[in-house]
């Protein structure tokens, strides 16, 4: 019902991370503050629990360290508000409600906005922007076929607690905090 989602219920329904519990998502790996991951992780603010893939301001920064970290995340998380609040004004129609029943429609529509906008802006500035090539959307109903229902269970609960692990979202944002730090020299960079 209208009204009845916020950004947690859109993310039980959403696809985002189907390619991953498919097993066929790219492999993502990376090391921060000598520690390697191979999960990516969103910015996301206070109403995301702690899982390992978001990764929150701190609530209550105490030290020079957090209150540094907590700023440059907001930060961030404000650049990417503005850029979707730059493309609503350019096209209306990422303005008003989602009226496409399909996800691939809605993935298209928001791809060519993209595509448009980044025109525009090599257009205006003449900059040489990387040319967009498709992905290859794969059948993916193919994945599991040689497994079994148990095997395919199994993975999917493996697969889910590692997206869901709040240890690894403790340590990668103590890992973060501290690169940032380092990085800043040991002062707030704002």
């Known amino acids: 019902m209208p009204g009845n989602n916020n950004d947690v219920t859109v993310l039980d329904h959403s696809p985002l991370f189907d390619k991953y519990m498919n097993g066929i998502a790219p492999p993502v ?64 129609v990422l303005r008003v409600p989602a009226r496409l ?37 794969e059948d993916q109903s193919a994945v599991y076929s040689s497994q079994s229902v148990e095997e395919v269970r199994m993975l999917y609960r493996v697969r889910m607690g590692r997206l869901c692990n709040t240890s690894t979202n403790a340590k990668l944002q103590e890992d973060l905090i501290n690169y940032q730090w380092m990085l800043s020299g040991g002062e707030s960079i704002f």
Request: aromatic content about 10%; some cysteine.
């Open 29 to 92: 790996d990376y090391e921060v503050n000598g520690s390697v991951y191979n999960l990516p992780y969103y910015l996301t603010d206070g109403i995301y629990p702690k899982h390992a893939i978001f990764m929150q301001a701190v609530r209550n920064p105490v030290t020079a360290k957090e209150r540094a970290f907590t700023r440059l995340q907001e930060a961030c998380r404000k650049d990417i508000e503005r850029a979707f609040g730059v493309l609503q004004q350019k096209w209306r």
């Open 101 to 137: 029943e399909q996800l691939k429609d809605l993935l298209l529509v928001m791809t060519t906005c993209i595509i448009l906008y980044n025109m525009v802006v090599e257009d205006e500035r003449g900059q040489n922007l990387p040319e967009w090539v498709p992905t290859n959307n």
